[in-house]
């Protein structure tokens, strides 16, 4: 009798262990899995929820994962796609696909934690809903953009607002995204992990309303720049769902964010290459990747604590964690380290603040060349208004109407730009109605992008992406971006007048009033030398020239 109860005892104590084993190796208890819809419209994402009972991982943001097979129905495309933790408990996984076209699609997932896995499948339709999706190259004219879904071509015109996600009243962040939108701005700058103090000479302070002190991860000093005590094993999720009610807000104004990795102001970032590094930009690409809105940016003044070979391997995997391969770029101090000949690089984003922009865009064209490839050319830091850093280039020019004539300068070279309005309004500093570059805000005595949205108007209203640059079309040193024989645009940064040659053909002609948008019919344009009227003043002007 007592041998018996001795072995009932061992066995059902070795039953108790296999259990007790089996639960840490196999499917948790419960993950139960839900679909936001069964209907989306194409570049909108359907988003699957794994909502974990039991057990919980101790730290749900490296002890378990969510990931992800998605195919059309068809079985001809399929992206693996990586899911996120949305809860510091460790109950709730996400996961979100961005079908790119109308039609029907199926999905496998997988929770799995420690040993264990849970799996689930289902199936949902994109809908046509004339979404632009994506920023792409165009194939056939590389050095422009276009939009993916509609292959409408997007002419590139961005303001940085590095810490707009700082606001606390996302009221305050909404409203200034739908200024910028109204100003036709459709591009901003914005930091994900970026920290600094705000000795920038600026009326700007931290205070309740606003901070620069961005907190990813959480901390233990969110408020001390330099020592936050940051947890690199775990993410600040209220700060991270913020941001992406932003994105969302702006994603319906077909505005693009460049997400901006990081700078090195505080000088407080993972390791380079480390483990909690590279969680950090995975967690971002599976959270924001499946927004249409974005860009990548590995990050601001990123030569000052990343190298040439951290860029290349960081953008390379990017480019491979990122299941639909938004843009990306870099933004270093120094042009000459960027990647600018890997397949990873979108696009350059340049830090130059002469003003001789014309000349130094037209160089970098042609230095493109040597790369072997073509992509757009922008410069998203030349100069910030009111602000007068000891790098730029003297007093008076960073004027709203030098930021203007600049951007000119850039745009009649086939480049695009990224300006950065005025901070002088004040951010917790009276009058405490302005922001301009740092968080994006604006009052109504902010006039500098309204200048800017007259130059939008004024390309968008012909094929600029078919012109390129032929200055020496143009006397005086004027400028010229022109498709021979059908459009030919002329800038005049100082009046005067110009002799343009045209190919044979009578030409419908108009000056523009850059200040104004003004647009004024002149008599027509015949080659092959053709003489313009005198601009009606000394201030800049463009001509139009297109083939009647």
Known sequence: MTAHRNLGFLVVLSGALIVLNTCSRSTPLSVAFSQSSLTIEAYDFVEISANVSRPRAVNPFTDAT?????????????????????????DLFRIRFMPPAPGDYKYSISYRQGGGESTTSGTFRAIDGHRRGPLRLDPQHPWHFIWEGTKDHYFFNGTTAY???????????????ERLHQLKINRMRVTIAGRT????????????????????????HPDDIFHPGFDYTRFDLNYWQKFERALRFARDRDMIFSLVLDMN??????????????????????RFGAFANITWDLGDDLDQYRDYTWTHQTGT???????????????????????????????????????????????????????????????????Y??????WAPGLGSESADAL????????????????????????????????GWMNGRGDDSMTM???????????????????????????NGNYCLAEPGKIYVVYLPHGGNVNVRLQAGRYDAAWFNPLTGERTAIPPALGPVWASPKAPDNNDWALLLRKN
């Not at 810490?163 to 995204?177: A, M, R, T, Y």
């Not at 102001?265 to 930009?281: K, T, W």
């Open 317 to 383: 995997l990017i480019e491979d964690w990122d299941p639909y391969h938004h843009l990306a770029t870099s933004h270093p101090v120094k042009n000459a380290q960027q990647d600018r000949g890997s397949d990873w690089f979108g696009f350059t984003s340049y830090q130059e603040w002469s003003r001789d922009q014309h000349a130094f865009m037209l160089k970098e064209r042609k230095r493109q060349w040597l790369f072997g490839r073509t992509i757009p050319q922008t410069n998203e830091e030349y100069g």
């Open 163 to 177: 810490w707009l996600v700082g606001w606390k009243d996302e009221n305050v962040i909404q409203s200034s995204i």
């Open 66 to 90: 969510l990931s992800g097979r998605f195919e059309s129905a068809d079985g001809g495309k399929q992206w693996q796609v990586e899911g996120f933790c949305d809860s510091d408990s460790g």
């Open 449 to 475: 992008l309204r200048g800017y949205a007259h130059m939008v108007d004024f390309f968008t209203s012909f094929e600029w992406w078919e012109t390129e640059p032929h200055d020496e079309l143009v006397n």
């Open 385 to 390: 208004e009111d602000h007068y850093p000891m």
């Open 404 to 435: 203007r004539r600049t951007a000119w300068d850039i745009v009649t070279a086939g480049g695009y730009q990224t300006t950065g309005e005025t901070v002088r309004r004040g951010i917790n500093v009276w009058p405490d109605t302005g922001g």
């Open 265 to 286: 102001d505080s000088r407080v970032h993972p390791e380079a290459g480390s483990d909690d590094e590279r969680r950090f930009i995975r967690y971002a690409v599976a």
């Open 197 to 220: 103090n705000v000795f920038y000479g600026e009326p700007a302070m931290v205070g309740p309303n606003w901070t620069v002190n961005v907190t990813v991860w959480p901390a233990s």
